[in-house]
Nanobody
């Protein structure tokens, strides 16, 4: 069974930066396509970014493109989300998601989820 553990969330002022990490275990990491989603209070879980198993393909929601960067290190079994120029609208719980051999862009496409990490951006 795949386990995902996120870290790196916190409170930051608008315009600031945070780097989220997600450590995976339980399966060969290079088998997994990875993604980040976020969920604000009272809203549905939404796609943020995705990365292919080899890191060659990256995909972003329009709202974060050019501000966020997804990356992975298969030697460290980890995926990262570098978030720059943060806005109050980025406030949400951020979730790491995984699925073997298939890109994830919708919540129902993920087979495994982390517990989430809170990101709060103050104005």
């Amino acid at each position: 069974q795949v386990q995902l553990v996120e870290s790196g969330g916190g409170l930051v002022q608008a315009g600031g930066s945070l780097r989220l990490s997600c450590a995976a275990s339980g399966r060969t990491f290079s088998d997994l396509d990875m993604a980040w989603f976020r969920q604000a209070p009272g809203k549905e879980r939404r796609f943020v970014a995705a990365i292919s198993w080899d890191g060659e393909g990256t995909y972003y929601a329009p709202s974060v493109k050019d501000r966020f960067t997804i990356s992975r290190d298969n030697r460290k079994n980890s995926v990262f989300l570098q978030m720059n120029s943060l806005k109050p609208d980025d406030t949400a719980v951020y979730y790491c998601a995984a699925r073997a051999f298939m890109l994830i862009m919708l919540p129902f496409e993920a087979d495994h989820w982390g517990q989430g990490t809170q990101v709060t951006v103050s104005s």
